[in-house]
T-cell receptor, first 116, second 112 residues
Framework: AQTVTQSQPEMSVQEAETVTLSCTYD???????LFWYKQPPSRQMILVIR??????QNATENRFSVNFQKAAKSFSLKISDSQLGDTAMYFC?????????????FGTGTRLQVTL | DTAVSQTPKYLVTQMGNDKSIKCEQN?????MYWYKQDSKKFLKIMFS???????INETVPNRFSPKSPDKAHLNLHINSLELGDSAVYFC???????????FGDGTRLSIL
């Protein structure tokens, strides 16, 4: 079984500042994937970033980057130059391969508010 | 063009009724999923189909029955709706293991 823990229910950051959202996970798998998804008030689930566990290099996507610490089972998300449009719930998720499908296990989410 | 589309977006109905939610994806993906997001925003997988074959079936009441007529469609039928079924239901699709899942906009189901 996999578990994903997000210990920060809510966070706030000022526009243009940097914020880091924490995530830890537990898995017995060797080959797995980690994701951050964003859910704005519009309710859509939007992929932010993906990390392959066998890759040591941290994934980056424009202003979004991760700090992947495999031994510590930690997968934090850093948002640089925060924008008002970054206001959303952020979910960390791990992926367990099950046959031909991948089962996503989500954390409880961190609500991020970007302020002026 | 919408990649994963769900209908309806909102569904309000009474306890005891039967309802269906439809999902279609035009991404050419082989695998489709249903997730439930409860009132505390917690997301949990319910089912997954790969090319019309059931792959994942989590502990979900028998009142929930997914149906996949082809690999581009995965519908969810719910019998005898209960108050606890109120939630947002998300459909998703992906291609291959470990690939990102693309989500629909969700269906908010409210049971009166």
């Amino acid at each position: 079984a996999q578990t994903v823990t997000q210990s920060q229910p809510e966070m706030s950051v000022q526009e243009a500042e940097t914020v880091t959202l924490s995530c830890t996970y537990d898995t017995s798998e060797n080959n797995y994937y980690l994701f951050w998804y964003k859910q704005p008030p519009s309710r859509q689930m939007i992929l932010v970033i993906r990390q392959e566990a066998y890759k040591q290099q941290n994934a980056t996507e424009n202003r979004f980057s991760v700090n992947f610490q495999k031994a510590a089972k930690s997968f934090s998300l850093k948002i640089s130059d925060s924008q008002l449009g970054d206001t959303a719930m952020y979910f960390c998720a791990s992926s367990l391969n099950t046959g031909t499908a991948s089962k996503l296990t989500f954390g409880t989410g961190t609500r991020l508010q970007v302020t002026l | 063009d919408t990649a994963v589309s769900q209908t309806p977006k909102y569904l309000v109905t009474q306890m005891g009724n039967d309802k269906s939610i439809k999902c279609e994806q035009n991404l050419g993906h082989d695998t489709m999923y249903w997730y439930k997001q409860d009132s505390k925003k917690f997301l949990k997988i319910m089912f997954s189909y790969n090319n019309k074959e059931l792959i994942i079936n989590e502990t979900v009441p028998n009142r929930f029955s997914p149906k996949s007529p082809d690999k581009a469609h995965l519908n969810l039928h719910i019998n005898s709706l209960e108050l606890g079924d109120s939630a947002v239901y998300f459909c998703a699709s992906s291609q291959g293991q470990g690939r990102p899942q693309h989500f629909g906009d969700g269906t908010r189901l409210s049971i009166l």
